[in-house]
């Protein structure tokens, strides 16, 4: 239960219906998510270590700001960590896996085929955590669960005016097909072309750093 309603309220926050900002109450998120009080804390005590709420006593919830800085300073993180992932996983995935990264790499094309931005979303979601799963390395995994939801609620925010679903679909299924295909070298040169679009779209949100 405490993880259907991380990610009930993680999609409401990454998806812009709970806004940055927003201040809110478990009793609010416990009948919106329709999940009871206990899982509901417990999932934003994972949301809160994962920067994308804060909790404050006695005041309530309140979602957490969207910083540009942050998404820079994350995303040097980020490359590092997901090309060691990309090689590990192409390496180690076992064929239902490797069937599961392509499958993905399909619905990608199709939902950028079709302008759905919440289904590419969560098919991103489902990349980022095969990768981690098929990786079979419990650190990598435990660093990047802090940053899959402000990367992916920073995209969501500006993709329409800095980037575009087909080029976004097309560098995703380019990593998955390449770890799919068991070519580690190919898998984290496409993970590096994966943060290279990411971030030159992040960049473009506010120019240059100074």
Do not use: C, K
Not at 80 to 107: H, M, N, S, V, Y
Not at 117 to 136: C, I, K, P
Not at 143 to 149: D, F, P
């Amino acid at each position: 239960m405490t993880e259907q309603a991380y990610r009930a309220i993680e999609e409401a926050i990454v998806t812009l219906s709970l806004r940055p900002g927003e201040v809110v109450s478990e009793a609010q998120l416990s009948t919106r998510s329709g999940f009871g009080r206990t899982p509901v804390r417990e999932a934003l005590q994972r949301l809160a270590r994962e920067r994308l709420v804060r909790i404050l006593p006695r005041r309530g919830i309140v979602v957490a700001a969207v910083d540009i800085r942050e998404q820079l300073r994350l995303l040097e993180v980020r490359r590092e960590i997901e090309r060691l992932t990309a090689r590990a996983a192409a390496r180690r995935a076992d064929a239902p896996q490797r069937e599961r990264l392509r499958g993905i790499a399909e619905a990608m094309l199709q939902a950028a085929a079709t302008n759905d931005e919440t289904g590419f979303l969560r098919l991103d979601r489902e990349l980022n955590l095969l990768l981690l799963e098929a990786a079979h390395n419990e650190f990598a995994a435990a660093a990047m669960a802090l940053m899959h939801g402000l990367s992916r609620r920073f995209w969501f925010i500006h993709w329409r005016r800095s980037a575009g679903l087909p080029e976004a679909a097309a560098a995703h299924a380019a990593l998955a097909r390449a770890t799919a295909d068991g070519a580690p070298e190919e898998a984290a040169a496409a993970s590096d072309r994966l943060i290279d679009y990411i971030e030159s779209f992040t960049r473009a949100t506010v120019g240059p750093e100074p």
